[in-house]
Protein backbone atom coordinates (compact mmCIF):
# COMPACT_ATOMS: atom_id res chain seq x y z
CA UNK A 1 0.00 0.00 0.00
CA UNK A 2 3.18 2.14 0.99
CA UNK A 3 4.23 1.75 -2.96
CA UNK A 4 0.86 2.51 -4.26
CA UNK A 5 0.27 5.60 -2.25
CA UNK A 6 4.15 6.88 -3.07
CA UNK A 7 2.73 6.43 -7.04
CA UNK A 8 -0.46 7.66 -7.16
CA UNK A 9 1.26 10.85 -5.34
CA UNK A 10 4.19 11.09 -7.97
CA UNK A 11 1.50 11.02 -10.91
CA UNK A 12 -0.38 13.60 -9.54
CA UNK A 13 2.66 16.01 -9.21
CA UNK A 14 3.54 15.13 -12.31
CA UNK A 15 3.00 18.23 -15.39
CA UNK A 16 0.03 17.11 -17.68
CA UNK A 17 0.82 16.92 -21.44
CA UNK A 18 -0.31 18.61 -24.23
CA UNK A 19 -2.96 16.94 -25.77
CA UNK A 20 -2.25 15.39 -29.38
CA UNK A 21 -6.07 15.51 -30.16
CA UNK A 22 -7.13 18.27 -33.02
CA UNK A 23 -9.69 19.87 -30.32
CA UNK A 24 -8.50 21.75 -27.82
CA UNK A 25 -10.04 23.82 -24.57
CA UNK A 26 -9.60 27.51 -23.83
CA UNK A 27 -11.23 29.46 -21.15
CA UNK A 28 -13.36 32.31 -21.59
CA UNK A 29 -12.17 34.77 -19.31
CA UNK A 30 -15.44 35.12 -17.35
CA UNK A 31 -16.14 35.15 -13.62
CA UNK A 32 -16.83 31.14 -13.78
CA UNK A 33 -13.50 30.30 -16.11
CA UNK A 34 -15.62 28.22 -18.17
CA UNK A 35 -13.69 25.91 -20.17
CA UNK A 36 -14.93 25.24 -23.94
CA UNK A 37 -13.81 23.44 -26.70
CA UNK A 38 -12.05 26.14 -29.39
CA UNK A 39 -13.50 24.85 -33.40
CA UNK A 40 -11.84 28.54 -34.36
CA UNK A 41 -10.17 25.86 -36.92
CA UNK A 42 -13.00 24.33 -38.61
CA UNK A 43 -14.49 27.92 -39.30
CA UNK A 44 -16.84 28.68 -36.40
CA UNK A 45 -16.22 29.40 -32.79
CA UNK A 46 -18.44 28.82 -29.96
CA UNK A 47 -21.80 30.36 -30.49
CA UNK A 48 -21.92 32.20 -27.77
CA UNK A 49 -19.35 34.61 -29.24
CA UNK A 50 -21.76 35.23 -31.99
CA UNK A 51 -23.77 38.70 -31.85
CA UNK A 52 -27.20 38.72 -30.38
CA UNK A 53 -29.79 39.55 -33.24
CA UNK A 54 -27.66 39.22 -35.68
CA UNK A 55 -25.85 36.61 -35.48
CA UNK A 56 -22.76 37.68 -36.86
CA UNK A 57 -18.91 36.75 -35.22
CA UNK A 58 -18.34 39.09 -32.09
CA UNK A 59 -15.20 40.58 -32.87
CA UNK A 60 -13.76 39.87 -28.86
CA UNK A 61 -13.57 36.87 -26.66
CA UNK A 62 -14.65 38.93 -23.22
CA UNK A 63 -14.57 41.77 -21.05
CA UNK A 64 -11.39 42.21 -19.38
CA UNK A 65 -11.05 41.14 -15.98
CA UNK A 66 -8.35 40.65 -13.51
CA UNK A 67 -6.37 38.01 -15.14
CA UNK A 68 -7.11 39.11 -18.38
CA UNK A 69 -5.73 42.81 -18.61
CA UNK A 70 -3.27 42.35 -20.97
CA UNK A 71 -5.67 41.58 -23.56
CA UNK A 72 -6.40 44.21 -26.26
CA UNK A 73 -10.06 45.00 -27.98
CA UNK A 74 -13.12 44.10 -26.61
CA UNK A 75 -16.03 47.12 -25.39
CA UNK A 76 -14.58 47.42 -21.86
CA UNK A 77 -11.59 48.92 -23.11
CA UNK A 78 -11.13 52.29 -25.20
CA UNK A 79 -11.12 51.96 -28.77
CA UNK A 80 -12.49 48.91 -28.16
CA UNK A 81 -14.96 47.26 -30.98
CA UNK A 82 -18.70 47.50 -29.97
CA UNK A 83 -21.51 45.62 -31.91
CA UNK A 84 -25.07 46.35 -30.96
CA UNK A 85 -28.48 45.69 -33.08
CA UNK A 86 -31.28 47.02 -31.23
CA UNK A 87 -33.38 47.42 -34.36
CA UNK A 88 -29.70 48.97 -36.16
CA UNK A 89 -31.07 52.29 -35.49
CA UNK A 90 -29.71 53.31 -31.89
CA UNK A 91 -25.89 53.23 -32.01
CA UNK A 92 -25.90 54.40 -28.02
CA UNK A 93 -22.13 53.00 -26.87
CA UNK A 94 -20.78 53.64 -23.41
CA UNK A 95 -22.47 56.75 -21.31
CA UNK A 96 -24.13 59.96 -21.63
CA UNK A 97 -20.56 61.41 -21.09
CA UNK A 98 -18.61 59.67 -23.40
CA UNK A 99 -20.78 59.69 -26.40
CA UNK A 100 -20.84 63.51 -28.53
CA UNK A 101 -23.73 64.59 -28.70
CA UNK A 102 -25.20 68.03 -31.38
CA UNK A 103 -25.60 71.21 -29.42
CA UNK A 104 -28.04 74.21 -29.29
CA UNK A 105 -27.94 77.08 -27.05
CA UNK A 106 -30.94 78.22 -25.60
CA UNK A 107 -31.85 81.53 -25.53
CA UNK A 108 -35.02 82.51 -22.79
CA UNK A 109 -35.88 85.06 -25.19
CA UNK A 110 -36.77 82.48 -27.80
CA UNK A 111 -38.58 79.59 -25.76
CA UNK A 112 -42.43 79.81 -25.24
CA UNK A 113 -42.90 82.22 -22.00
CA UNK A 114 -44.75 79.18 -19.70
CA UNK A 115 -41.11 77.78 -19.07
CA UNK A 116 -40.39 79.11 -16.18
CA UNK A 117 -36.97 77.23 -15.50
CA UNK A 118 -35.55 78.65 -18.04
CA UNK A 119 -37.27 82.41 -18.43
CA UNK A 120 -38.20 82.51 -14.72
CA UNK A 121 -36.17 80.45 -12.18
CA UNK A 122 -36.06 82.61 -9.49
CA UNK A 123 -39.79 82.62 -9.15
CA UNK A 124 -42.34 80.99 -7.46
CA UNK A 125 -43.81 78.92 -10.15
CA UNK A 126 -40.03 77.57 -10.42
CA UNK A 127 -39.91 76.62 -6.89
CA UNK A 128 -42.78 74.36 -7.35
CA UNK A 129 -41.35 72.48 -10.44
CA UNK A 130 -38.67 72.15 -8.04
CA UNK A 131 -40.17 70.44 -5.21
CA UNK A 132 -41.49 68.22 -7.76
CA UNK A 133 -38.00 67.63 -8.71
CA UNK A 134 -37.35 66.48 -5.38
CA UNK A 135 -40.33 64.37 -5.23
CA UNK A 136 -38.69 62.40 -8.09
CA UNK A 137 -35.12 62.44 -7.04
CA UNK A 138 -36.26 61.03 -3.79
CA UNK A 139 -38.20 58.31 -5.77
CA UNK A 140 -35.09 57.74 -7.62
CA UNK A 141 -32.96 56.80 -4.47
CA UNK A 142 -35.35 55.21 -2.51
CA UNK A 143 -37.02 53.29 -5.25
CA UNK A 144 -35.18 53.05 -7.88
CA UNK A 145 -37.03 54.73 -10.07
CA UNK A 146 -35.63 56.66 -12.98
CA UNK A 147 -38.09 56.84 -16.07
CA UNK A 148 -41.20 58.73 -15.79
CA UNK A 149 -44.20 59.43 -17.95
CA UNK A 150 -45.52 62.83 -18.25
CA UNK A 151 -49.65 62.37 -18.99
CA UNK A 152 -52.56 64.52 -18.61
CA UNK A 153 -56.04 63.79 -18.84
CA UNK A 154 -56.97 65.90 -21.78
CA UNK A 155 -55.67 68.16 -24.09
CA UNK A 156 -54.13 71.38 -23.66
CA UNK A 157 -53.75 70.97 -19.56
CA UNK A 158 -49.80 71.69 -19.77
CA UNK A 159 -48.10 68.34 -19.51
CA UNK A 160 -45.02 69.24 -22.33
CA UNK A 161 -44.37 72.30 -20.06
CA UNK A 162 -44.87 69.78 -17.21
CA UNK A 163 -42.13 67.61 -18.46
CA UNK A 164 -39.90 70.29 -20.14
CA UNK A 165 -40.08 72.24 -16.72
CA UNK A 166 -39.17 69.69 -14.66
CA UNK A 167 -36.56 68.13 -17.25
CA UNK A 168 -34.79 71.31 -17.35
CA UNK A 169 -34.43 71.32 -13.28
CA UNK A 170 -32.97 67.58 -13.24
CA UNK A 171 -30.40 68.17 -15.78
CA UNK A 172 -28.84 71.19 -13.36
CA UNK A 173 -29.01 68.76 -10.04
CA UNK A 174 -25.68 68.06 -9.81
CA UNK A 175 -23.93 65.07 -10.66
CA UNK A 176 -27.49 63.73 -12.61
CA UNK A 177 -27.98 63.30 -16.27
CA UNK A 178 -31.11 63.59 -17.66
CA UNK A 179 -33.30 63.11 -21.26
CA UNK A 180 -36.63 63.93 -22.24
CA UNK A 181 -38.26 61.78 -24.63
CA UNK A 182 -40.77 63.39 -26.80
CA UNK A 183 -43.42 60.67 -26.92
CA UNK A 184 -46.24 62.25 -28.56
CA UNK A 185 -46.04 61.66 -31.78
CA UNK A 186 -49.16 62.78 -33.18
CA UNK A 187 -48.40 66.26 -32.11
CA UNK A 188 -44.71 66.74 -31.25
CA UNK A 189 -43.91 70.36 -30.17
CA UNK A 190 -40.77 69.67 -27.29
CA UNK A 191 -38.62 71.12 -30.15
CA UNK A 192 -41.02 74.11 -30.64
CA UNK A 193 -41.44 75.08 -27.01
CA UNK A 194 -37.46 75.05 -27.09
CA UNK A 195 -37.19 77.42 -30.03
CA UNK A 196 -35.03 75.11 -31.90
CA UNK A 197 -35.15 73.14 -35.17
CA UNK A 198 -34.07 69.46 -35.25
CA UNK A 199 -33.33 66.88 -38.12
CA UNK A 200 -34.32 63.53 -36.43
CA UNK A 201 -36.40 62.27 -33.59
CA UNK A 202 -38.26 59.55 -32.15
CA UNK A 203 -39.93 58.77 -35.33
CA UNK A 204 -36.63 58.55 -37.40
CA UNK A 205 -34.78 56.35 -35.10
CA UNK A 206 -38.00 54.16 -34.42
CA UNK A 207 -38.23 53.94 -38.14
CA UNK A 208 -34.51 52.92 -38.77
CA UNK A 209 -34.02 56.52 -40.51
CA UNK A 210 -31.22 57.70 -37.68
CA UNK A 211 -29.64 56.41 -35.15
CA UNK A 212 -30.03 57.48 -31.61
CA UNK A 213 -26.78 59.43 -30.76
CA UNK A 214 -27.78 61.30 -34.46
CA UNK A 215 -31.56 62.13 -32.87
CA UNK A 216 -30.05 63.32 -29.29
CA UNK A 217 -29.73 67.08 -28.88
CA UNK A 218 -27.61 68.43 -25.84
CA UNK A 219 -29.22 71.65 -24.92
CA UNK A 220 -26.96 74.41 -23.15
CA UNK A 221 -26.38 75.74 -20.80
CA UNK A 222 -28.31 73.46 -18.44
CA UNK A 223 -27.12 70.42 -20.27
CA UNK A 224 -30.09 68.99 -20.38
CA UNK A 225 -30.48 65.84 -23.18
CA UNK A 226 -33.76 66.05 -25.51
CA UNK A 227 -34.89 63.42 -28.01
CA UNK A 228 -37.46 65.37 -30.33
CA UNK A 229 -40.76 64.01 -31.54
CA UNK A 230 -39.38 64.48 -34.88
CA UNK A 231 -42.22 63.70 -37.71
CA UNK A 232 -45.63 63.64 -36.88
CA UNK A 233 -47.19 60.05 -37.13
CA UNK A 234 -50.47 58.38 -36.66
CA UNK A 235 -49.57 54.61 -36.24
CA UNK A 236 -47.77 55.53 -32.43
CA UNK A 237 -49.71 52.75 -31.07
CA UNK A 238 -47.99 50.47 -33.44
CA UNK A 239 -44.45 52.11 -32.65
CA UNK A 240 -44.38 52.55 -29.15
CA UNK A 241 -46.04 48.98 -28.49
CA UNK A 242 -43.01 47.30 -30.70
CA UNK A 243 -39.84 45.87 -29.42
CA UNK A 244 -37.54 48.96 -30.79
CA UNK A 245 -38.68 51.32 -28.37
CA UNK A 246 -38.15 48.46 -25.71
CA UNK A 247 -34.67 48.40 -27.00
CA UNK A 248 -34.13 52.31 -26.95
CA UNK A 249 -35.33 52.85 -23.63
CA UNK A 250 -33.20 50.19 -22.74
CA UNK A 251 -30.33 52.04 -24.19
CA UNK A 252 -31.39 55.18 -22.94
CA UNK A 253 -31.21 53.82 -19.33
CA UNK A 254 -27.21 53.20 -19.82
CA UNK A 255 -26.78 56.70 -21.52
CA UNK A 256 -28.61 58.91 -18.64
CA UNK A 257 -29.36 58.77 -15.11
CA UNK A 258 -33.16 60.57 -15.30
CA UNK A 259 -35.53 60.14 -18.35
CA UNK A 260 -38.42 62.19 -19.03
CA UNK A 261 -41.25 61.00 -21.24
CA UNK A 262 -43.36 63.64 -22.45
CA UNK A 263 -46.87 60.91 -23.58
CA UNK A 264 -49.87 61.93 -25.48
CA UNK A 265 -53.19 62.67 -23.28
CA UNK A 266 -54.32 59.62 -20.76
CA UNK A 267 -58.32 60.32 -21.69
CA UNK A 268 -57.51 60.06 -25.32
CA UNK A 269 -55.14 57.62 -26.74
CA UNK A 270 -53.81 54.46 -25.57
CA UNK A 271 -50.02 55.81 -26.02
CA UNK A 272 -49.69 56.99 -22.42
CA UNK A 273 -50.63 53.36 -21.13
CA UNK A 274 -48.22 51.61 -23.49
CA UNK A 275 -45.22 54.20 -21.80
CA UNK A 276 -46.48 54.08 -18.28
CA UNK A 277 -45.93 49.70 -18.73
CA UNK A 278 -42.32 50.73 -19.81
CA UNK A 279 -41.60 53.23 -17.65
CA UNK A 280 -41.21 53.06 -13.66
CA UNK A 281 -43.76 55.43 -12.62
CA UNK A 282 -45.90 58.20 -14.38
CA UNK A 283 -47.15 61.59 -12.87
CA UNK A 284 -50.56 62.88 -14.60
CA UNK A 285 -50.96 66.33 -15.26
CA UNK A 286 -54.71 68.11 -14.26
CA UNK A 287 -55.61 71.78 -14.96
CA UNK A 288 -57.78 73.47 -12.64
CA UNK A 289 -61.27 74.72 -12.55
CA UNK A 290 -60.85 72.52 -16.05
CA UNK A 291 -60.42 68.95 -15.63
CA UNK A 292 -63.37 67.06 -13.71
CA UNK A 293 -62.84 64.63 -11.11
CA UNK A 294 -64.79 62.15 -12.32
CA UNK A 295 -62.34 62.07 -15.66
CA UNK A 296 -59.35 61.43 -13.16
CA UNK A 297 -61.02 59.29 -10.94
CA UNK A 298 -61.74 57.31 -14.17
CA UNK A 299 -58.63 57.19 -15.54
CA UNK A 300 -56.38 56.45 -12.08
CA UNK A 301 -58.76 53.13 -11.81
CA UNK A 302 -57.17 51.92 -14.90
CA UNK A 303 -53.39 52.55 -13.96
CA UNK A 304 -51.52 50.23 -11.66
CA UNK A 305 -51.19 52.07 -8.39
CA UNK A 306 -47.50 50.95 -7.72
CA UNK A 307 -46.28 53.13 -10.14
CA UNK A 308 -48.69 56.43 -10.03
CA UNK A 309 -46.47 58.59 -8.44
CA UNK A 310 -48.79 61.45 -7.76
CA UNK A 311 -51.17 64.10 -9.65
CA UNK A 312 -49.79 67.90 -10.74
CA UNK A 313 -52.43 70.76 -10.18
CA UNK A 314 -51.61 72.78 -12.99
CA UNK A 315 -52.95 76.77 -13.26
CA UNK A 316 -53.94 76.70 -9.77
CA UNK A 317 -54.59 80.53 -8.71
CA UNK A 318 -52.58 80.57 -5.49
CA UNK A 319 -51.14 83.83 -3.41
CA UNK A 320 -47.55 83.48 -3.37
CA UNK A 321 -45.77 82.22 -0.13
CA UNK A 322 -43.75 84.43 2.34
CA UNK A 323 -40.86 81.87 0.82
CA UNK A 324 -40.82 83.21 -2.28
CA UNK A 325 -40.59 86.86 -1.67
CA UNK A 326 -37.37 85.36 1.19
CA UNK A 327 -35.72 84.26 -1.99
CA UNK A 328 -36.26 87.50 -4.19
CA UNK A 329 -33.26 89.43 -4.62
CA UNK A 330 -32.69 92.37 -2.29
CA UNK A 331 -33.24 95.18 -4.62
CA UNK A 332 -36.51 93.34 -5.96
CA UNK A 333 -37.83 93.28 -2.61
CA UNK A 334 -36.69 96.88 -1.74
CA UNK A 335 -38.91 98.13 -5.15
CA UNK A 336 -41.75 96.15 -4.42
CA UNK A 337 -42.12 97.34 -0.81
CA UNK A 338 -41.34 100.88 -1.90
CA UNK A 339 -44.35 100.36 -4.38
CA UNK A 340 -46.53 98.86 -1.86
CA UNK A 341 -45.63 102.69 0.13
CA UNK A 342 -46.63 104.22 -3.13
CA UNK A 343 -49.99 102.49 -3.33
CA UNK A 344 -50.98 103.13 0.28
CA UNK A 345 -50.05 106.78 0.07
CA UNK A 346 -52.64 107.05 -2.77
CA UNK A 347 -55.30 105.23 -1.22
CA UNK A 348 -55.42 107.78 1.86
CA UNK A 349 -55.64 110.42 -1.21
CA UNK A 350 -52.13 111.88 0.06
CA UNK A 351 -50.64 110.92 -2.87
CA UNK A 352 -51.13 112.74 -6.62
CA UNK A 353 -54.71 112.75 -8.16
CA UNK A 354 -55.80 109.44 -9.65
CA UNK A 355 -55.86 109.10 -13.43
CA UNK A 356 -57.69 107.71 -15.73
CA UNK A 357 -59.08 103.90 -14.20
CA UNK A 358 -57.33 101.17 -16.15
CA UNK A 359 -58.79 98.00 -17.25
CA UNK A 360 -56.97 94.77 -17.73
CA UNK A 361 -57.81 92.25 -19.95
CA UNK A 362 -56.81 88.86 -20.31
CA UNK A 363 -55.48 87.82 -23.10
CA UNK A 364 -57.65 84.46 -23.44
CA UNK A 365 -60.81 86.50 -22.64
CA UNK A 366 -59.52 89.11 -25.85
CA UNK A 367 -58.63 86.41 -28.11
Excluded at 263 to 280: E, K, S, Y
Aim: aromatic share 6%; charged share 25%; proline share 6%.
Amino acid sequence: MGRVYDALKRSESAPSQPSSSKSSYRRNGGSENVSYPDFSGRGYGHPWERAAFTGAPAAFDSASTAHTEQATGGPALPGGPAIRDAGATLGAVGSARAVEFSTRDISAARVEPHLVAITEPRSSECEQFRSLRTRLLEAGERENKRAFVITSAGVGEGKTLTALNLAWLLAQSDGSTALLIDADLRQPCAADYLGIQTEFGLSEVLTGDSRLTQAIVKLQPAGLHILPGGAAREDVAELLSGPRFGRLLEEARKLFDYIIIDAPPLGVFTDANLLINRADAALLVVRAAVTKYSAVERLLEQLPRERMLGVVLNRAERKPEDTSYYYQPRHQRAAEAAAEEVEELEVEGVGEEPGPEMIYIEEEVAS
